[in-house]
């Protein structure tokens, strides 16, 4: 696997710099530019990949922060891992376009399951947003969760789905989660399980939560353009 890029925060830096220095994202819409395409070539022109916000391979914990819970993460053999059960929640700190798709590779160890976050929006030192999770907890069930802008949990879940026949919810899977404006798509091992919409949340960060006894281990997350 390849290394993390180190230099990607700064790559992002100028790049809001630019967005932010050329005119407000209002007016370049209002004059027929494309925001996203505009986001994608400089990112080019600077060093990265088009289309390419983040590449995670776990090397180390760089970028990543707690905004949850304990914090009781941590790389083991290229692996992030939880060490202890828990609601525990971690966030990539690259600024992220609105529209992105997440896609990882994760294994439930034990517990209950695990979710993949999308459109974290900080709120002073709480965070908002989104959660697809595979919960066995749930009864077997794909769940689409929100949290307040104080962090908690809306009790009940933006939607719920069923997963194919014979599903093991602690196999391997490849999850990814596709977020364009108000529209998210989720697929569990290229197969798509969910397609759910809310307009609470536009923008934000990308990460992962545990909760109860659950432990995962997880092998690589990457952000695309959609």
Do not use: C
């Amino acid at each position: 696997m390849l290394p993390k890029q180190k230099g990607q925060g700064l790559v992002e830096y100028v790049l809001i710099l630019f967005l932010l220095g050329v005119i407000s994202v209002s007016s370049l819409k209002v004059a027929g530019v494309n925001v996203q395409s505009t986001y994608d070539k400089v990112y080019q022109a600077l060093g990265g990949k088009s289309g390419d916000y983040l590449d995670e391979n776990f090397n180390d914990l760089t970028g990543w922060k707690a905004i949850f819970g304990p914090n009781n993460w941590k790389i083991v053999d290229g692996y992030l891992t939880t060490t202890s059960s828990g609601d525990q929640r971690i966030m990539e700190s690259t600024n992220l376009p609105s529209d992105y798709v997440i896609n990882t590779s994760a294994q439930l160890l034990n517990g209950g399951g695990y979710g993949v976050m999308f459109r974290l929006t900080q709120s002073g030192n709480k965070f908002g947003g989104y959660s697809f999770q595979l919960d066995s907890g749930y009864g077997n069930k794909f769940v689409l969760r929100k949290y307040t802008s104080n962090g908690s949990e809306v009790k009940t879940p933006i939607a719920v789905a069923n997963p194919p026949a014979g599903f093991d919810f602690n196999a391997p899977h490849n999850v990814t989660v596709k977020v364009v404006g108000n529209n998210f798509t989720m697929l569990v091992d290229g197969t798509q399980v969910m397609t759910a919409s809310d307009s609470t949340y536009t923008s934000g960060g990308a990460g992962l939560r545990t909760w109860w006894t659950s432990q995962v281990k997880v092998d690589n997350f990457n952000v695309t353009a959609p």
